[in-house]
């Protein structure tokens, strides 16, 4: 089974633009998660997705915002970059939300860096 | 608050030794998970945890759940370079369907 997978890896942009970051989760997956990881932070939630649904969100300002499509797939955007937007963003799937055991499995990130 | 604190957050020692991290908290969790991660990639899945009490083996990990399913423990026997990385706890609390990441421990391990 494939795993999660995001694109893109890597991307450089400068303060004020905005960004679309993709994610396929795993198949049969159909939650999935964002966070945003820095050194000082660790891991932070941003929002978690589910039959195209947002289902949790955190604490994290209105420039954040994600959807999910049909098949799963999901999607975050952040508009108008800052230079502290610079992260590894992360993207989790799990089969549903909800549940006891709740094992989120992580795709490799996209390293976003604003100038 | 943090509600799942790790220690320590870093540790440095020579291959062969023995090491064990802390993940702690308050609150009771109905699950907690152990994850790995390299620099530059996501963190993968070691093990989960469910019972209090629990003990569970990979290799030369050792994962412990506490009797009151509020901490837990990693043990790495004979540690190897290999193991180096963030290691991260995270717990489901009952009746609350959102997962909490502690700050994870830092592991290096000298050849």
């Known amino acids: 089974k494939a795993g999660v997978t995001q694109t893109p890896r890597y991307l450089i942009k400068t303060r004020g633009q905005q960004v679309t970051l993709s994610c396929s989760p795993i198949s049969g997956h159909r939650s999935v998660s964002w966070y945003q990881q820095t050194p000082g932070q660790g891991l932070q939630f941003l929002f978690e997705?589910?039959?195209?649904?947002?289902?949790n969100k955190g604490n994290f300002p209105g420039r954040f915002s994600g959807r999910q499509f049909s098949n799963s797939r999901s999607e975050m955007n952040v508009s108008t970059l800052e230079l502290g937007d610079s992260a590894l963003y992360l993207c989790?799937?799990?089969?549903?939300?909800?549940?006891?055991?709740?094992?989120?499995?992580f795709g490799p990130g996209t390293r976003l860096t604003v100038l | 608050t943090q509600l799942l604190e790790q220690s320590p957050q870093f540790l440095s020692i020579q291959e062969g030794e023995n090491l064990t991290v802390y993940c702690n908290s308050s609150?009771?969790?109905?699950?907690l998970q152990w994850y790995r991660q390299e620099p530059g990639e996501g963190p993968v899945l070691l093990v989960t945890v469910v019972t209090g009490g629990e003990v569970k083996k990979l290799k030369r990990l050792t994962f412990q759940f506490g009797d009151a399913r509020k901490d837990s423990s990693l043990h790495i026997t004979a540690a190897q370079p290999g193991d180096t990385g963030l290691y991260l706890c995270?717990?489901?609390?009952?009746?609350?369907?959102?997962?909490?990441f502690g700050k994870g421990t830092r592991l290096h391990i000298l050849p």
């Open positions: 609150s009771v969790f109905s699950s």
């Open positions: 989790a799937s799990s089969l549903y939300p909800g549940a006891r055991v709740n094992e989120q499995f």
């Open positions: 995270a717990g489901t609390k009952p009746r609350d369907d959102k997962i909490i």
């Open positions: 997705y589910f039959s195209e649904t947002q289902r």
